[in-house]
T-cell receptor, first 111, second 111 residues
Framework: DQQVKQNSPSLSVQEGRISILNCDYTNSMFDYFLWYKKYPAEGPTFLISISSIKDKNEDGRFTVFLNKSAKHLSLHIVPSQPGDSAVYFCAASRGNTPLVFGKGTRLSVIA | DAGITQSPRHKVTETGTPVTLRCHQTENHRYMYWYRQDPGHGLRLIHYSYGVKDTDKGEVSDGYSVSRSKTEDFLLTLESATSSQTSVYFC??????????FGQGTRLTVV
């Protein structure tokens, strides 16, 4: 059973607007959540993370929000740029166990 | 890059042949992982290692074996390649308590 779910396979956003990528999880024992970005023919790269004891973490244009009661997190990108077009993976971990990934959401930022 | 080299980067092999993919790190990290990426499935864990000669199975380990005889090398072997193992394979190392760093990937095609 999937522990980390990204229910939107794709998302299109106009340049300059906000992109919101969503992720749901089922395992309440996860204590860290991460977002990775992947361009074609490259490995995933770490983008931003949040501890389960926080509800928001911000890094420049990227903000991750965590709602533990709903087991939901989201990644906000403001403003969106064409270079943000990529596949975004949500991931979660518990202690030293390996990261568990969602299926990814393909973001297209249209100029 | 943080010192991960995957080899080969591309390989075409025939059904039934054994294949070994190599992941080499220069960072001396304890934890190493093999994931595969497939459309509609995201990143799925195949095997992982938490030290020399210490390995464990992931979500999709059937048909794969691994070995880690040195800290810097983590080998993934397909004992008898099948078409369902056509995929992009990523090696990763755990950089911090939570974050993993990925290699560039190996694109494997089984014909």
């Amino acid at each position: 059973d999937q522990q980390v779910k990204q229910n939107s396979p794709s998302l299109s956003v106009q340049e300059g607007r906000i992109s919101i990528l969503n992720c749901d999880y089922t395992n309440s024992m996860f204590d860290y959540f991460l977002w990775y970005k992947k361009y074609p023919a490259e490995g995933p790269t770490f983008l931003i993370s949040i501890s389960s004891i926080k509800d928001k973490n911000e890094d420049g244009r990227f903000t991750v929000f965590l709602n533990k009661s709903a087991k939901h997190l989201s990644l906000h990108i403001v403003p969106s740029q064409p270079g943000d077009s990529a596949v975004y993976f949500c991931a979660a971990s518990r202690g030293n166990t390996p990261l568990v990934f969602g299926k990814g959401t393909r973001l297209s930022v249209i100029a | 890059d943080a010192g991960i080299t995957q080899s080969p980067r591309h390989k075409v092999t025939e059904t039934g042949t054994p294949v070994t993919l190599r992941c080499h790190q220069t960072e001396n990290h304890r934890y190493m992982y093999w994931y595969r990426q497939d459309p509609g499935h995201g990143l799925r864990l195949i095997h992982y290692s938490y030290g020399v000669k210490d390995t464990d199975k992931g979500e999709v380990s059937d048909g794969y074996s691994v070995s880690r005889s040195k800290t810097e090398d983590f080998l993934l072997t397909l004992e008898s390649a099948t078409s369902s193992q056509t995929s992009v394979y990523f090696c990763a190392i755990r950089m911090t308590e939570t974050e993993a760093f990925f290699g560039q990937g190996t694109r494997l095609t089984v014909v």
